[in-house]
């Protein structure tokens, strides 16, 4: 198992559909990288100014996006991966059953 080191994050890449809406197969050559992803392993977190260790908003598991550049490709157990930093993540993808609910306790 891979831990990585202060604020870093290991994500597989989550690849997409292989079809556009209109239901155009897409060849493996045209495709862009995934620039979704999961998390698979966290960091403990960063250091501030006082030295105290700051913890990551991410955890496995979550879905994450991130920028067409971002990061560092690693192979590991034979499964490609990639290191980026916490700070290089776009965001939290959030399942859409929990942002219904969401929207649901907002209208009322």
Do not use: C, H
Request: avoid cysteine; aromatic fraction near 4%.
């Amino acid at each position: 198992m891979f831990r990585p080191l202060q604020d870093r994050v290991l994500v597989r890449r989550i690849e997409s559909e292989a079809k556009t809406t209109g239901g155009i197969i897409i060849p493996d050559t045209a495709k862009e990288k995934p620039s979704e992803g999961e998390v698979v392993s966290v960091g403990p977190g960063a250091r501030d100014e006082s030295g105290k260790i700051v913890p990551l908003e991410v955890k496995v598991g979550d879905r994450v996006l991130f920028g067409k550049w971002t990061g560092t490709e690693v192979k590991l157990d034979g499964e490609e991966l990639m290191i980026v930093k916490e700070s290089d993540l776009f965001g939290i993808i959030e399942n859409d059953s929990a942002a219904a609910t969401k929207k649901s306790r907002k209208a009322a």
